[in-house]
């Protein structure tokens, strides 16, 4: 189970970090991904993780702004927003796969809305 939260309001410029909580002993050898969804847009994928945290990857709109983490003793991983830009703003979800590489995300949390204003 997959737990999100820490969005919020905030100012363009402004910054969020934004927490995956999973419950289950085996956390941490699964690949964790971030992904968001705009008012009237499809879900996109915004950041990934490997299960040990060496591996990342990120969408070219959000690569030098976000940083994606996690801390495997506390089974979560965390997506640090930086310079955050009105287009930004969406509903964020994190994600769960069994493999890095893959675009199958089985498992999923519920969103947490980023709201950038202006």
């Known amino acids: 189970q997959l737990q999100a939260f820490g969005g919020g309001l905030v100012q363009a410029g402004g910054s969020l970090r934004l927490s995956c909580a999973a419950s289950?002993?085996?956390?941490?050898?699964?690949?964790m991904g971030w992904f968001r969804q705009g008012s009237g847009k499809e879900r996109e994928f915004v950041a990934r993780i490997g299960w040990s945290g060496g591996r990342t990857y990120y969408a070219d709109s959000v690569k030098g702004r976000f940083i994606i983490s996690r801390d495997n003793a506390i089974n979560t991983v965390y997506l640090q927003m930086n310079n955050l830009k009105p287009e930004d703003t969406a509903v964020y979800y994190c994600?769960?796969?069994?493999?890095?590489?893959?675009?199958?995300?089985?498992?999923w949390g519920q969103g947490t809305l980023v709201t950038v204003s202006s």
């Open positions: 289950g002993r085996t956390f941490s050898s699964y690949a």
């Open positions: 994600a769960a796969s069994a493999n890095y590489g893959s675009s199958q995300y089985p498992y």
